[in-house]
């Protein structure tokens, strides 16, 4: 019930490529779900994040699509660039500790 | 306004010394958790507190660990006698308000040799 599950666990994609990264959850309760970028010996920094009320968010390259019914989001990254190569994770909380995904290792290559 | 600061970055400890790791969160956020990061895996949620207050520790092991958050000063995660499978990336993260996302220190990688 509290655990998220992410695929695919790495991902290689070309520059000016779509990479999509997908997360599905079981507790219906959950009304928070944040994607974090993390850069290798760096703390994870929060991307963009949506909450079930609305079914998709966009933020410059970077959106999130939310289905409700189906209990699965996804994180879009249009014209992936070199720079966006890291570990992306989605987590998703209620009221208390998030509960992360095991992470999505993105390499965008020229 | 500064980010959450973790300290030390790295530290190496013999197995069986204790290990101390400190937290200060973000000016204005009263909600800290640590999570546990091992090589290419995800991060493991491990204690929630607030100033004075353990809320949730229901990922902390049983034995050896501990977190406190005083009322002054910042928050620690403390590991005691530790042991080779206690290397690992040791994330703190704050929040406003519970329900509102994290902002994450850069961590404190522990190896015990």
């Known amino acids: 019930q509290q655990q998220v599950k992410q695929s695919p666990q790495s991902l290689i994609v070309q520059k000016g490529g779509i990479s999509i990264i997908n997360c599905a959850y079981e507790n219906t309760a959950f009304d928070y779900f944040p994607w974090y970028q993390q850069f290798p010996g760096k703390g994870p920094a929060l991307l963009i994040a949506?909450?079930?009320?609305?079914s998709e968010k966009k933020e410059g390259r970077f959106t999130i699509s939310f289905n409700k019914s189906a209990k699965q989001f996804s994180l879009h990254i249009m014209d992936s660039q070199p720079g966006d190569s890291a570990t992306y994770f989605c987590?998703?909380?209620?009221?208390?500790?998030?509960?992360f995904g095991t992470g999505t290792r993105l390499q965008v290559f020229p | 306004n500064a980010g959450v600061m973790q300290n030390p970055r790295h530290l190496v400890r013999r197995r069986g010394q204790e290990a101390r790791l400190r937290c200060s969160p973000m000016?204005?956020?009263?909600?800290v958790y640590w999570y546990r990061q091992l090589p290419e895996e995800g991060l493991k949620f491990m204690v929630y507190l607030q100033k004075e207050n353990i809320i949730d520790e229901s990922g902390m092991p049983k034995e050896r660990f501990s977190a406190e958050f005083p009322k002054e000063g910042p928050s620690i995660l403390r590991i005691q006698q530790v042991v080779r499978g206690d290397s690992a990336a040791y994330f703190c993260?704050?929040?406003?308000?519970?329900?509102?996302?994290?902002?994450f220190g850069s961590g404190t990688r522990l190896t015990v040799v």
């Open positions: 949506i909450r079930p009320d609305v």
């Open positions: 000016k204005g956020h009263s909600h």
């Open positions: 993260a704050s929040s406003r308000q519970v329900g509102d996302g994290y902002t």
């Open positions: 987590a998703a909380t209620r009221t208390d500790k998030l509960i």
